[in-house]
């Protein structure tokens, strides 16, 4: 039993969670910073011997005057107000469970397509359905079980309906990821969208209400998810170097194939120009990011010129270092100096 579940978390890689995973906490945590300066609240100057502060209604992030204290105010208890953050524990459970499920069906549905071309190649021959360790049907039910759990999952955001009504919408999108190789060098940036619509959903699940009434209350999400849709591709045509000759053989489209090694490691380290630059536009649509958010992005540039450092056209033998480490820090490392940010910030 336990041998299966483990064998089940290395076919879904369940440690690269990590990818995606930050950059969905961090547009919910933008999302409930924003809930906080638009609904009551706990007052974060309150001195008071008790430390729970008062209760006011603040509509502007400069407002924080005692003043605008307008006395008994009804709360909704479904919220948390949490010092500086407004949030329902079942939307933060919510968006775990989704983004697990997600992963787990957008993986383990790539490894069913793949299966044939993963044992043409002898850097995934030893994968776990051509090595027979899973069975075909045992990874399409777990698949089928994920989609499941993925649709259930997105109830937990009701009454917001948005989520369930994008559940099969999004599972289509991430499955239709395994086949693009198949006809199109941009599968690289199809995967990179896959993984940019978890911050985008994220927001959607808190915000919803807000994204119907102003469809641009949805721009920040927007910025932050093309920040992950160049990073992660970015990130995969790197990988993607480490199978030219496999894919050219078995005549599959990627961009190292069509432009070759060199090639597509500038065009990687171009994307990831592109990544720096949604990273700074990001504050322009949400203020409330301050100089902290500033000194993450000067550290997300500084790890991506590092990881490009690490790879070169002669020598791919640092490309796992290059593709988990790095990213791995760089998804953790914004996550958390841009909550702190927002943590402690004046916004």
């Not at 978390?9 to 906490?25: G, Q, V, Y």
């Not at 009434?213 to 170097?241: E, H, K, R, T």
Request: proline letters at 6%; aromatic letters at 12%; one cysteine or more.
């Amino acid at each position: 039993m336990f041998s299966k579940v483990h064998h089940f978390l290395e076919l879904i890689r369940f440690s690269h969670t990590i990818f995606a995973l930050p950059f969905a906490l961090l547009a919910a945590v933008m999302a409930w910073r924003l809930n906080a300066l638009e609904r009551p609240s706990i007052n974060p100057y309150d001195t008071s011997p008790s430390g729970l502060g008062e209760i006011f209604w603040s509509d502007s992030p400069q407002v924080h005057d005692r003043h605008v204290l307008f006395g008994p105010v009804e709360i909704n208890f479904d919220y948390i107000p949490i010092w500086r953050f407004y949030f329902r524990w079942q939307e933060l459970v919510g968006i775990l469970l989704c983004m697990v499920t997600a992963r787990s069906f957008a993986m383990a549905a790539n490894r069913l397509a793949d299966r044939k071309l993963d044992a043409a190649n002898p850097r995934t021959a030893g994968r776990h359905l051509p090595a027979g360790i899973l069975s075909v049907p045992s990874v399409a039910g777990f698949a089928a079980a994920s989609a499941i759990g993925f649709v259930a999952s997105t109830l937990l955001f009701l009454p917001n309906r948005l989520p369930l009504y994008l559940s099969v919408p999004v599972l289509a999108f991430l499955a239709g990821y395994s086949y693009t190789k198949r006809f199109t060098s941009l599968a690289h940036f199809w995967l990179g969208a896959a993984l940019a619509m978890s911050p985008v959903a994220a927001w959607i699940a808190i915000r919803g209400d807000a994204v119907l009434a102003n469809p641009a209350d949805l721009l920040p999400a927007l910025v932050l998810g093309g920040a992950v849709l160049s990073w992660v591709a970015g990130f995969d045509i790197i990988y993607a170097c480490q199978d030219y000759e496999s894919d050219t053989r078995a005549k599959l489209h990627s961009v190292p194939v069509r432009l070759g090694v060199p090639g597509a490691l500038r065009l990687a380290a171009a994307c990831h120009v592109v990544t720096i630059a949604f990273l700074a536009v990001l504050p322009l649509v949400y203020p409330p990011l301050g100089w902290l958010y500033w000194a993450g992005i000067v550290a997300v540039a500084v790890l991506l010129v590092y990881e490009h450092s690490l790879v070169r056209p002669d020598d791919l033998s640092r490309v796992n270092l290059a593709f988990f480490r790095v990213n791995a820090v760089i998804s953790l490392g914004l996550f958390a100096v841009a909550s702190l940010d927002l943590l402690l910030g004046h916004g």
